[in-house]
């Protein structure tokens, strides 16, 4: 059984999180977060310790590294501009890492990551669920079963609409988000990246606090691209559930189906973790390159390869 701790445990991936170590027979011994809204704990672990002040935490990892009781593992489900500070802290303690997407939010942080995994002998594992997701891996085997030569052409779509609150909350926020192609697309692009081969070419044709377009291309496709947290931009066929969200994937006329079949993939993700088959900072760095890209290239006044719904935004 091994030994975790949760940074994040009141944030909205926390539950994913507890439910996967306690679905791997492990145990969670401390949890920490600066909202006490953490009542989710009591269904997989009533007994762990909690802290909401970070130095409290620290103590206590401190206190059992010295009684001889040091973690497994920190999981890091903070929001996105902590979790290299959050890493580091791990991995000075000799502690391995599994941390949600974005790993981080620029390329050099990854070089970071990688002196402090030399220097201190802990490891940092990412979740890229996508990865794992049947669907994805069916369409990964397709295109490496076609011709060599073949370049598909593909639409992404990702409309999921949030409230006022999300502008106002640290995800609203570029510096410490990445904006929302990094915020809910980074993993949209590594799982790009899987498919469909290292990138050869990144442009933005839109970019706002709730919307972002533009044009990727990989070695085996070509890709229009548009992402957007405006409910007024959502279809009539969207799915109105918690949130309403409308989410396409099409290949050339023929749609990508994955909406369902995520419920166990964070479990599958620390199953293989546990047994050494994680991913790690290298496998992150195609996606944090894309996002950082976009975030810093000028906009492309007008694109060759336009997303139909960019005629939406750019009136």
Request: hydrophobic letters at 40%; aromatic letters at 10%.
């Amino acid at each position: 059984m091994k030994r975790f701790a949760l940074i994040g445990a009141a944030g909205y991936i926390a539950p994913r999180h507890l439910k996967a170590i306690k679905e791997t027979g492990n145990d969670l011994v401390v949890a920490m977060d600066v909202n006490d809204s953490v009542g989710i704990m009591d269904s997989h672990f009533p007994d762990a310790e909690f802290f909401t002040e970070f130095e409290a935490f620290s103590a206590f990892v401190d206190d059992l590294k010295l009684s001889g009781e040091k973690l497994d593992y920190i999981a890091v489900a903070s929001p996105n501009y902590l979790h290299l500070p959050h890493m580091k802290f791990a991995l000075q303690n000799g502690i391995d890492v599994i941390c949600e997407k974005p790993l981080v939010l620029n390329t050099a942080d990854l070089d970071t990551l990688n002196r402090y995994q030399k220097e201190y002998g802990a490891k940092v594992n990412s979740i890229l669920q996508l990865r794992l997701h049947p669907s994805i891996i069916a369409l990964r085997e397709k295109v490496q079963a076609a011709p060599a030569d073949k370049v598909f052409n593909v639409d992404l779509t990702y409309l999921t609409s949030r409230g006022k609150w999300y502008l106002r909350s640290w995800k609203g926020f570029d510096g410490k988000s990445g904006g929302v192609a990094t915020n809910i697309g980074v993993h949209f692009y590594d799982m790009l990246h899987f498919i469909f081969g290292d990138i050869k070419h990144n442009e933005v044709h839109y970019r706002d606090e709730k919307t972002s377009a533009g044009y990727l291309e990989y070695e085996r496709a070509r890709v229009r691209w548009f992402l957007s947290i405006d409910a007024n931009h959502l279809p009539d066929n969207a799915v109105h559930g918690e949130k309403s969200t409308y989410r396409s994937i099409d290949i050339e006329g023929e749609v990508l189906e994955f909406s369902g079949g995520f419920t166990d993939l964070h479990t599958q993700s620390y199953q293989r973790i546990l047994a050494g088959q994680g991913y790690g900072v290298e496998d992150n760095r195609a996606a944090i390159e894309t996002v950082d890209v976009m975030r810093k290239s000028a906009i492309v006044e007008n694109p060759v390869n336009p997303h139909p719904l960019l005629s939406k935004v750019k009136k």
